[in-house]
């Protein structure tokens, strides 16, 4: 069947920014690039720990805006939608997601001047949370 995905979570998810090699990261994705520390097998998904972080200052005029937490196989794709401002001082979010399945749980990090930038992590869910 064909999911509904509110088009603010679509055109995020369509314009984040990826590594060009993850594991040798050039200065700017590495200022830019969200990390997703995710559990790597989940028993039960229906509370599943995520910690979302992006090390990046968080001046007036140079920060994160917001964060996106995405999972494209749920039927409810869109996890959060976290927004900041530089008085936060840091980009980081710490929350539990409902997963019903094995998946890649990715993020989108909004810089208020190099847009969108995606990070992501793969966990096996082994007993659905939905």
């Known amino acids: ?29 590495a200022m830019h690039i969200p990390k997703v520390d995710i559990p790597i097998i989940a028993e039960d998904g229906s509370l599943v720990p995520i910690i979302v972080s ?7 005029d140079h920060y994160i805006k917001g964060i996106y937490i995405i999972d494209d196989l749920s039927a409810i794709p869109s996890k959060g939608l976290y927004r900041f401002t530089p008085a936060n001082g840091e980009a980081y979010i710490n929350t539990r997601i409902k997963l019903g399945e094995s998946t890649t749980v990715r993020a989108i990090a909004e810089c208020n001047k190099h ?14 949370g939905c």
């Open 115 to 128: 847009g969108k930038w995606e990070g992501s992590a793969d966990i096996k869910v082994t007993v659905g």
């Open 1 to 29: 069947p064909d999911i509904l995905i509110p088009k603010r979570v679509l055109a995020a998810a369509e314009s984040g920014r990826r590594a060009a090699n993850p594991q040798n990261l050039t200065p700017e994705e």
């Open 54 to 60: 992006v090390n990046h200052p968080m001046e007036p």
